[in-house]
């Protein structure tokens, strides 16, 4: 799923995330992976649903929080992005993505309510 999400494919991604689902209902990679996909068809309720998924299944995955967050600051929930990121950020603050989440979090908490 990711590698055809990188290469575009998000349709074919989120065919591979359902079977995965389908075989493992419980998969955080699957939920992730098929957020992803569907935040890049601009499905940002679908991709938020998704991302809560796994946080639900696994409150330990960073990068749902971070992805969710995003996915909430593009659709304008400042406040729910905010936490989402904030909470990245506790689990993983040296995380390779943990720079631009702390740029986005810098911008929101800027930004008049």
Do not use: N
């Amino acid at each position: 799923a990711w590698a055809r999400s990188e290469k575009g494919d998000q349709d074919g991604a989120l065919a591979d995330c359902d079977r995965a689902l389908e075989l493992e209902p419980r998969s955080v990679d699957a939920f992730a992976h098929r957020g992803q996909a569907r935040a890049r068809k601009h499905d940002l309720d679908g991709a938020i649903a998704d991302y809560s998924r796994a946080i639900d299944i696994f409150p330990g995955c960073a990068i749902a929080w971070a992805m969710r967050g995003m996915a909430k600051r593009q659709k304008d929930d400042r406040e729910g992005a905010i936490a989402d990121l904030r909470k990245f950020l506790e689990i993983a603050p040296s995380d390779a993505q943990a720079p631009a989440v702390r740029t986005a979090l810098q911008e929101l908490e800027k930004r008049p309510r």
